[in-house]
């Protein structure tokens, strides 16, 4: 994927080297460390641990944070002929519970939601071990309370991105005034939203309230892949924000929507919010649209049993120790049931 080349020949493995090879030339990549004295392990490790939060550091320790892992995820796919073949980056940084996706585009590097994940220090220094490039681009899908000033560290920004309900909560949170106005999101939208072009394409879709009235899907269409944020954090009991315009009732609908587009758009591969990624295979295989349309049908079933124990004369403690969901649900986490449960009976009234 460095070079931009195509290889349709299987590699060979000879004297601790790796040999592959096309019409105009032949590589040979050695797998000894003995000729890497100078590069840190860490480096040359498929799975890259940002070294300003080493496990092992004091400072990460006293502050009890995990470290930041970066893997790669794809470097394109092909859309039909072989003369179609695109090429690209995409990467996963995750860790602290908490999913973004990081692209290499044309122009440079689109980072997804970064605040919720670490310190824009820690993520540009993760960042420059797979790239050169700057980082260019910061994509909000959803309203958060970032650190405006951390964005200083970027002097390449060119745009901030976010739905117009998630950059007018954030502006409610006073996050932009004064000399911050400038990180302030400089490209909103209402429905839909087109960043780049090509193969660099981006594409976002709000579908109504969720989580909150903010959250929307990034889309890469050259991946066969969507980003779902909090509107698909993991498989368990939602997160509703009703301060941000959340809502538990309207979720299983947009939901529903969600994955009508998914199905439209080709979509083949998804990425949640929160849930931990693989380490050991292929983030590709993941998770798929099934999934979230299971994740849909969940959140309108946990909806419906709620609401009708309610309507019984149930209150929240009983309803949280009586809860059942039906066996096709059995690994889902109940860990946020009764923040849930408070949510619905808010909305009931």
């Known amino acids: 994927r460095r070079l931009g080349g195509v290889s349709w020949v299987a590699a060979a493995y000879a004297n601790r080297h790796v040999l592959i090879r096309n019409d105009e030339e032949v590589l040979s990549a050695s797998l000894a460390a003995a000729d890497y004295p100078n590069v840190p392990s860490s480096k040359s490790s498929p799975v890259r641990r940002a070294a300003v939060t080493r496990p092992d550091a004091p400072e990460a320790t006293e502050a009890g944070r995990s470290p930041l892992i970066i893997q790669f995820a794809a470097s394109g796919t092909t859309t039909g002929a072989p003369s179609t073949f695109q090429f690209g980056e995409f990467y996963l940084l995750s860790g602290r519970g908490t999913n973004t996706p990081v692209f290499v585009v044309d122009d440079g590097v689109v980072v997804v939601d970064p605040a919720r994940s670490g310190s824009f220090e820690e993520i540009r220094a993760e960042v420059a071990r797979i790239t050169d490039k700057a980082i260019t681009t910061v994509v909000n899908t ?208």
């Open 142 to 349: 959803l309203a958060h309370t970032p650190d405006p000033e951390n964005l200083a560290g970027y002097p390449n920004l060119v745009d901030v991105v976010a739905h117009e309900n998630a950059a007018t909560a954030m502006g409610r949170m006073n996050l932009f005034a004064g000399e911050r106005t400038r990180f302030a999101p400089t490209r909103k939208y209402e429905r839909e939203l087109t960043l780049f072009a090509g193969r660099s394409q981006v594409d976002l879709y709000h579908f109504g309230a969720g989580p909150t009235d903010g959250d929307s899907v990034l889309v890469v269409p050259r991946f066969r892949m969507a980003y779902l944020g909090d509107l698909f954090p993991s498989k368990g009991v939602p997160l509703i924000d009703t301060s941000l315009g959340g809502s538990a009732a309207a979720f299983p609908e947009t939901l529903v929507r969600v994955v009508e587009m998914l199905e439209e758009t080709g979509v083949t591969f998804v990425v949640p919010g929160r849930a931990t990624p693989p380490t050991a295979q292929t983030i590709l295989g993941w998770l798929t649209v099934d999934d979230v349309r299971e994740y849909a049908e969940f959140c309108r079933d946990l909806l419906a049993i709620v609401q009708d124990a309610l309507r019984a004369g149930n209150n929240v403690d009983e309803i949280v120790a009586n809860l059942e969901l039906p066996e096709r649900y059995r690994d889902y986490d109940l860990q946020h049931a009764r923040s849930y449960v408070e949510t619905v009976v808010a909305e009931l009234r």
